[in-house]
């Protein structure tokens, strides 16, 4: 077959270039032989050496040296082992235990005794101020009764002197009436005035009169009984009385007394007449 002109040649044949290597490699083999066989000298060693024609490169740049190893740190010192701790003592630690709680219970005991202590201490301030502000109540009740019965006593002191200067009064304007004071008694009214006695009814009038003026609201134990004597003008002017015989009651003789004043005048018996003295008894749950 022609070659085509304008078709790229094909590759030569790789047989020839097979074959001629291995007639140089065979000739050169047998070549070998025959030298040694030869020299009974010691045979030259031949070497040959086959070059093929081998494309140069570049050769590449050196490696860079690597960084050098950073030192390595040094090992922690590794702590000293703790001494072994000797075992405690069994008994010792039962009686460190024991301190410890007698020694909260003492402190236990301390602060309730002082809580105790404290609420006494505000126990006895507030009874001794309670204790204070009694005594201050009743030294002003006691004050304020004593003032009522200093006022008490000025009172009937006074009236007791206003009564007396109206008997006083009565008494002379009672003399003035009978003609001057004379020789005789100024309680005298003549002997048949002495000797006129009051009726049987008269003693219950006057009785009944006196207590209608008296003036007692006190308790008293029984039905203690007075004896006031009164002595009268003509006209039943009370012109002096007196306590014959005490009730022993003195609040009460006094009441009596006080209220004969009030009355001032006697009433006329049954004939008309006043007696001039006569003993009037009082008590004072008629």
Known sequence: MAHDALQPRPPDSLVPGAGLALLVHALLIVGLTVAVDWHSAEPE??????????????????????????????PA?????????????????????????????????????????????KADEQKAREKAEAEKKAKAEADEKKKAEQQKLAAQKA????????????LKRMQNSLGGTGTGSPTSTGTAARDAGPSASYGGKLRRLIKDNTIFSESVAGNPQAEVE????????????????????????????RAIDRIGTLPRDVDGRVPPVIVVTARPHD
């Not at 093929?52 to 050098?68: D, L, N, T, Y």
């Open 45 to 74: 060693t031949i070497s040959a050496e086959l070059w093929a024609a081998v494309p140069e490169f570049a050769a590449p740049p050196p490696a860079p040296e690597p960084p050098p190893p950073e030192p390595e740190p040094k």
């Open 159 to 170: 009236e007791a002197q206003r009564l007396a200067k109206l008997r006083e009064d009565q």
């Open 77 to 121: 010192p590794e702590p000293k082992p703790a001494p072994p701790q000797a075992a405690p003592d069994r008994d010792a630690q039962i009686a460190t235990e024991r301190a410890e709680r007698r020694k909260k219970e003492e402190e236990r005991e301390k602060r309730e005794l002082a809580e105790k202590q404290a609420a006494q201490k």
């Open 230 to 257: 009164v002595r009268a003008g003509p006209t039943g002017t009370v012109i002096a009385r007196r306590l014959v015989k005490s009730s022993g009651v003195p609040s009460w003789d006094e009441a009596v007394l």
